[in-house]
């Protein structure tokens, strides 16, 4: 891909890190040990090798620390971490007013309609005043899995 203009750029975060205590971790893995033992004892091996291995890459994930990356707006689109999302592929973004920096992106994809990208250390104006200029704003309600995903501390 051509290096594009870029109309505004920050550094985020790859994702919101959330210490977890060590009660956290006993809890997974009591959790992930008592899963596995129902799995074979009804015999269900490739169901309790799979809570093995999520297991220990949730507890692996969960404890590594994130790096930082760039995102950026290009004429053409965003693009950030994950890949180039173009202008054609978002209907709208929302930026919630008050203290949550998060800029809603919501896209035609079938999976993960909504994109979340952190605005930390960039001014919330600047970002909505780019992407005004290609795509409308309007409210989206944040994802029900990021809701249950923040309960759960992950």
């Known amino acids: ?51 093995l291995v999520g297991g220990a890459l949730l507890g692996y994930y969960a404890k590594r620390l994130p790096g930082r990356v760039e995102i950026s707006i290009t004429p053409k689109g965003l693009d950030t971490h ?32 909504v994109v979340i990208v952190s605005l930390e250390n960039i001014d919330h104006d600047k970002v909505r005043d780019t992407l005004e200029q290609f795509i409308k704003e309007k409210e989206i309600e944040e994802p029900f899995v990021s809701v249950i995903s923040k309960m759960l501390g992950l």
């Open 82 to 113: 994950d890949g180039f999302i173009s202008f054609d592929q978002i209907t709208h973004f929302y930026i919630p007013p008050g203290l949550e920096n998060k800029l809603y992106l919501h896209t035609k994809r079938n999976l993960m309609q």
């Open 1 to 51: 891909m051509e290096t594009e203009e870029k109309l505004l750029s920050w550094e985020v975060d790859e994702y919101d890190h959330r210490h977890k205590s060590n009660d956290w971790y006993w809890a997974l893995g009591l959790i992930i040990l008592c899963i596995t033992i129902a799995s074979i004892i009804y015999k269900n091996y490739l169901f309790a090798f799979l809570m």
